[in-house]
């Protein structure tokens, strides 16, 4: 019987401890359950951020030397020389592969197989990837479209794409659908009545004559990328010309093209930052846009140096490229320079390029 006492005494602190972790246990599971729908709510607001990206034109356009925002393509380099595959250089990509592919790109760009990059083997090359960019506007198109299109008639209006936008941006699709039917007025912030004010704009640009506010599949796509159309590109320039354009005179200056954006120098940093953004946008200006040398850009001459498929300026593009790495200064690119030069044509260094080139090539 002492025994049994003492077996019972040993049991309690342990029957104790088992009910406290019972209760922890169920406390955790409750908390994690209670967690639950912040994560839904932040996979739906992702979900919307993506929606609301897909329906808006882009801000950057790949193989377009100018930014929506009149900013130069820092990436325009590499996007012309990879097409589709840039980004396709990982910098924690082992360096042999990464060597290896480069040289096949070489290989593919030297036609006549010379070992050595000509101008116009590289103007050729130019236009090749400009065109893998467009080609991958259009497939993406194809989806963006079809979300703005549900009842697939092949015709989108300015309200459909509206109330496609708002929903995007958090607002009851059902609701705006109905306030727009009657004639409401729609109750939306003010930045974004602006950018709505300013997409219907660039649709009216789009629709093509006859206009009928109503944009087929290859007008949607002029509305979100304008470097398809030659109209929508003239409409782009426009934009960018009244944003820099400071006198009025609807056409560029050096110094208006250089002037710096909107804030102040706050550091070293941020005045180096500023130093770099005059000077690229000096060199651009004087060696590629303003094509006459007469100080002046006209809105003729920005919309020749945007045109992705203008073969005159993938041939400068081309000659400035190999003029970047030539370094034995026989205007040609050879195995060595774009090996040593790897991280301007794909935004990633290969280390050791001189060793065993020939055996990669």
């Keep these: 019987q002492p025994c049994l006492m003492a077996m ?3 049991q309690a602190p342990l029957c104790g401890l088992a009910v406290h972790c019972f209760w922890l246990l169920g406390f955790i599971l409750l908390m994690e359950v209670s967690a639950r729908p912040a994560n839904h709510s932040s996979t739906r607001e992702r979900a919307a951020n993506r929606e609301e990206k897909e329906l808006l034109p882009p801000d950057h356009l790949n193989g377009v030397k100018l930014e929506m925002d009149g900013h130069l393509n820092k990436d325009f380099h590499q996007e012309v020389f990879l097409g589709k595959d840039v980004g396709g250089f990982d910098e924690d990509a082992e360096p042999r592969r990464s060597r290896r592919k ?5 290989s593919k760009v ?3 197989t010379d070992r050595r990059i000509s101008a116009k083997e590289m103007q050729r090359w130019i236009m090749e990837k400009t065109a893998e960019h467009f080609q991958e506007a259009v ?3 194809k989806i963006h479209f079809r979300a703005v299109d549900p009842d697939g008639d092949g015709h989108v209006s300015w309200d459909e794409y509206k109330v496609k936008f708002l929903a995007s941006k958090g607002h009851n699709e059902k609701e705006v659908a109905d306030a727009i039917r009657n004639h409401e007025e729609l109750k939306v912030d003010e930045e974004t009545q602006e950018v709505l004010e300013n997409l219907k704009d660039r649709w009216y640009q789009a629709d093509s004559p006859p206009a ?3 944009l087929t599949e290859d007008e949607f796509l002029s509305f979100l990328h304008p470097e398809h159309s030659r109209g929508m590109l003239k409409f782009m320039v426009k934009e960018i010309v009244r944003d820099l354009d400071q006198d009025g005179d609807k056409q560029l200056s050096l110094p208006e093209f250089i002037s710096l954006p ?3 120098v706050e550091n070293q ?5 500023d130093d770099s953004w005059v000077r690229d946008r000096k060199k651009e200006f004087e060696e590629l846009i303003d094509s006459n040398h007469d100080g002046i850009v006209t809105m003729e001459e920005l919309e020749n140096y945007m045109d992705p498929m203008n073969e005159y300026n993938a041939l400068n593009e081309a000659k400035q490229m190999i003029a970047i790495a030539d370094e034995n200064q026989n205007h040609h690119l050879e195995p060595e320079e774009i090996l040593k030069y790897s991280e301007f044509f794909t935004g990633s260094k290969l280390m050791d390029y001189a060793r065993n080139v020939h055996e990669e090539f």
């Design 139 to 141: 497939k993406e198109n």
């Design 262 to 264: 909107v804030g102040t």
């Design 212 to 214: 009928d506010l109503l």
């Design 102 to 106: 480069l040289m096949v790109i070489f």
């Design 269 to 273: 940093q941020g005045q180096d930052m």
């Design 8 to 10: 019972a005494s040993r």
């Design 110 to 112: 030297d036609v006549n």
